[in-house]
Every structure is written in C-alpha cells, then in structure tokens.
C-alpha cells in the first residue's frame, strides 16, 4: 500500500487550471479547502482556477486586501477568504462564516494558519510550493469525503 501524498506537477499555469477543473468536477457540497504555500507559490491562481471551473465567468480577484470575495454560482456559493493581513483571527469572527456557508458553500482559504481555531475543519489541505519555474502541490484529504474524490483524481494524474 502506498501511503505517500499524492502530489501534483504544476509546470505553469495551463496545469493549474487541468488540475482545478479535474478537482471541479469531483466536488462535494458542502467543501473547505486551505490553501497553504509561500507567498507567491500560487494559492490565489488555483482559486481563480476553480472558481472560473465551477462555472463563474467574471474577474476573480484575490481577496487580500478585502479578506473575503464570495460568488453565487448555480448550485455553489463560492466563500474565497485569504488571511495574510488578518491581525487578529478574532476578525474572522466579523464575517460571520456560518451563516455565510451553507450546505452549498465551497470554502477556499488562504493562509489558513493564521485563523487557527476560527476556521471550520478543512476536508482538503492543499500545500503549494515552487518547482523551477513551475510549481507542486500536495494534497492531504482530511474527511472520507475527500479522500475518495482525491483517490479519483489520483488516477487521473501523470505517472
Ligand atoms: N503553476 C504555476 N507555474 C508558474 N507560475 C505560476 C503557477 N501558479 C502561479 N504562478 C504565478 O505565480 C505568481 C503568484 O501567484 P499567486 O498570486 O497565485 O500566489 P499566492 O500563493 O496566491 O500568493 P500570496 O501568498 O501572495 O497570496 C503569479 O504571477 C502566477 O501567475
Ligand atoms: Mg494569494
């Protein structure tokens, strides 16, 4: 049995959005997602990935400076959060997450690390880093749900 993470090729930003749409395609409701990595190893290009798979046509912005862009999808409402200017996690507490994320909710975080204990549990941990010019990701299922969905998407990937 192989226990190792599986783990994604990102040599540019065309296998960001194969990836993001491979993950689209196979997600639950209700979903969180963290996103962790380094400044700049790509968390906000996934995100933009994934939302524009689900289906959202307009402008993905990061949401650095505003903490929070949600998207009211068909089916999916889309909670975009990234932490990095957060001073306090206790800011989290003003956005009211539950009553913002329902059954429908996808959740994507950024720098989750820093809303420690504010956050709901994630289903998915995906942690991005640099690879040459390109970047990988490593995906840590944390429910059942997400360990099926990425055992699928695990058979799909390049060898
Ligand atoms: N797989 C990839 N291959 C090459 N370049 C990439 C890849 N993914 C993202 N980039 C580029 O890396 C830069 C930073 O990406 P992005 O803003 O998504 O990072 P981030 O992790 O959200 O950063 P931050 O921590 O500041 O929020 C962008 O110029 C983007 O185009
Ligand atoms: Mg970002």
Avoid: C
């Avoid at 194969?18 to 400044?39: C, E, K, N, T």
């Avoid at 689900?54 to 068909?74: A, Q």
């Amino acid at each position: 049995m192989n226990f190792a993470e599986p783990v994604r090729v990102l040599p540019d930003e065309a296998a960001v959005e194969s990836f993001a749409a491979a993950l689209a395609a196979v997600l639950p409701r209700p979903f969180v997602i963290y996103l962790s990595g380094d400044l700049g190893t790509g968390k906000t290009t996934f995100a933009r990935a994934l939302i524009r798979s689900l289906g959202y046509r307009g402008r993905v912005k990061s949401p650095t400076y505003g903490l929070l862009e949600s998207y009211r999808l068909p089916g999916r409402t889309v909670l975009h959060l990234d932490l990095y200017r957060i001073e306090s996690p206790a800011e989290i507490e003003y956005l009211a997450l539950p009553d913002l994320f329902g059954d429908d909710g996808l959740l994507l975080v950024e720098w989750p690390e820093r809303g420690e204990g504010f956050l709901p549990a994630p289903d998915l941990e995906l942690r991005f880093d640099y690879d040459g010019a390109g970047r990988v990701v490593a995906l840590s299922a944390r429910t059942g749900a997400a360990r099926d969905r990425v055992r699928a998407l695990q058979q799909g990937f390049d060898k």
